[in-house]
């Protein structure tokens, strides 16, 4: 099992600029989150995908962010226009059915200069 | 809403000691409680998933306890050893929903050889 696979890594931009946050979850999960991590606020829930819909998107931020879920397999998380303040490590994660383990992504480290 | 904390947020011990990880939370109506160990640059992963009817729950060296009543989780860790060192955080899920966890700041542990 190759677990959740998040891409890329490192992703290094400029103000204003569009980026895309990839995550495949593990093959049979039918829960996808995407968590952010700061040091000043933790870890912060900003959306969650049931059976590919949208359930929760209340954590989102502000409206420059948006998530896809167009099939059980891909999510992407995309800000547009991106802003020094979006500098985070974002996290996907996954689940399969209720009361059961989270499994997370190794995360992509996002920087915006 | 769901507040969790815990306590210490750091800790460093010579190896071999056997230590205790606290966390609380504010809403007790919960359908589970989890343990995750974060290494540096890395992403979370589970080490134990404590559901609600149960008192604790045992993996290798980790042993977590769950009093829902009062609103405590403990986190025993045996005979630590150096490899034990990573951030340790605990997650419940939100008020009334089993999917959407809100995580402590976690416990930072060192343990020294």
């Known amino acids: 099992d190759a677990g959740v696979i998040q891409s890329p890594r490192h992703e290094v931009t400029e103000m204003g600029q569009e980026v895309t946050l990839r995550c495949k979850p593990i093959?049979?999960?039918?829960?996808l989150f995407w968590y952010r991590q700061t040091m000043m606020r933790g870890l912060e829930l900003l959306i969650y995908?049931?059976?590919?819909?949208?359930?929760?998107d209340s954590g989102m931020p502000e409206d420059r962010f948006s998530a896809k879920m167009p099939n059980a397999s891909f999510s992407t998380l995309k800000i547009q226009p991106s802003e020094p303040r979006d500098s985070a490590v974002y996290f996907c994660?996954?689940?399969?059915?209720?009361?059961?383990?989270?499994?997370f992504g190794s995360g992509t480290q996002l920087s915006v200069l | 809403k769901q507040e969790v904390t815990q306590i210490p947020a750091a800790l460093s011990v010579p190896e071999g000691e056997n230590l205790v990880l606290n966390c609380s939370f504010t809403?007790?109506?919960?359908?589970?409680l989890q343990w995750f160990r974060q290494d540096p640059g890395k992403g979370l992963t589970s080490l134990l998933l404590?559901?609600?009817?149960?008192r604790e729950q045992t993996s290798g060296r980790l042993n977590a306890s769950l009093d829902k009543s009062s609103g405590r989780s403990t986190l025993y860790i045996a005979a630590s050893q150096p490899g034990d060192s990573a951030t340790y955080l605990c997650?419940?899920?939100?008020?009334?929903?089993?999917?959407?966890?809100?995580f402590g700041s976690g416990t930072q542990l060192t343990v020294l050889p």
């Open positions: 994660a996954s689940s399969v059915g209720e009361h059961e383990k989270l499994f």
């Open positions: 995908f049931n059976n590919n819909v949208p359930i929760d």
């Open positions: 404590i559901q609600s009817s149960q």
């Open positions: 809403d007790s109506a919960i359908y589970n």
């Open positions: 997650a419940v899920p939100y008020s009334g929903s089993a999917r959407q966890l809100t």
């Open positions: 093959s049979g999960h039918n829960s």
